[in-house]
């Protein structure tokens, strides 16, 4: 319970912001993997990171990522509602490409733009809840990699 309050609590200022706090997580993620800003395949003709991270398609992915975190949040309750949305979303990066290893470097962006956005709010605690929610949709996104 003391979880989900962390993460409420911590969502409900950057929830009213998704894209910049979404282009702080995907700045980082690039950064610790370059090679995978190649999979959005609208990126090839991009000169540089710089440019793919300003490109339209890429910025209407970063929302589509944070309406995901979005939802996880809003369900708290029932997370396993979002069972089958996660599954097929999983399904769905497998075909473009994306190893169920690199979502160990999207939690550690997602942590990383929670840490720039919340300052001294970042708490080890807060740290510890959004980790245990991350790894529950981590882990349905990668049954759909199984199937
Ligand atoms: C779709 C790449 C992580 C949510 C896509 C697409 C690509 C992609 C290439 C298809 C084109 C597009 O819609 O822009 C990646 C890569 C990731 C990543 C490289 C990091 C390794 C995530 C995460 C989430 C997410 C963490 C949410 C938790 C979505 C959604 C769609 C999508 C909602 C649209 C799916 C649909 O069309 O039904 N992603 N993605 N992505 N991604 Fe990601």
Redo the contacts with the bound molecule.
Sequence with gaps: EKDKELIRGSWESLGKNKVPHGVIM?SR?FEL?PA??S????NTNCGSTQDCLSSP??L??VT??M???DA?VSHLDDLHTLEDF?L??GR??QA???STQ??A??GES?LYMLQCSLGQGYTAPLRQAWLNMYSI??AA?SRGWAK
């Design positions: 995907f993620l993997d995978l800003p999979l959005f395949h609208y398609e890429f209407e992915h589509k990522v309406l995901v975190i996880a996660l097929n979303l769905k990066h473009v490409g994306v690199s979502f470097a999207v997602l949709v981590v996104m």
